[in-house]
């Protein structure tokens, strides 16, 4: 199982950027994408998820209606989509899969342990 993490950087609030995660070594039209975030001083924070087919969406109240998340089963990819990014949303952002969704504990189906080395996000002026 191989998940990399790519597309961080350093933006200004109000600024924009584009998360891809590149999947190999499983069945990926299989599993649940999830993106998830490591902010300095938090525990690690659930962020978004896509179901399998990626027709269902889920997003933290925290950055619903700023960030999308969306996935290609042929190229084994996912994008989030980070629009009017806020310096709260400044941390090492990753994706990990899981094989289902949970709407009363984000975290619990994640498989953590598949996640990659995480892209970072700074969001500063």
């Known amino acids: 199982v191989q998940l990399v993490e790519s597309g961080g950087g350093s933006v200004q609030p109000g600024g924009s950027l584009k998360l891809t995660c590149t999947a190999s070594g499983f069945p990926f039209e299989n599993y649940y994408i999830n993106w998830v975030r490591q902010t300095p001083g938090k525990e690690l924070e659930w962020v978004s998820s896509?179901?399998?087919?990626?027709?269902?969406?889920y997003y933290a109240a925290s950055v619903k209606g700023r960030f999308t998340i969306s996935r290609d089963n042929v190229k084994k990819t996912v994008h989030l989509q980070m629009n009017s990014l806020q310096p709260e949303d400044t941390g090492r952002y990753f994706c990990?899969?899981?094989?289902?969704?949970?709407?009363?504990?984000?975290?619990?189906?994640?498989?953590?342990?598949?996640r990659g080395q995480g892209t970072q996000v700074t969001v500063s002026s």
């Open positions: 990990v899969r899981s094989s289902y969704y949970n709407d009363y504990d984000r975290m619990e189906p994640l498989e953590l342990d598949s």
């Open positions: 896509v179901n399998t087919g990626g027709r269902s969406t």
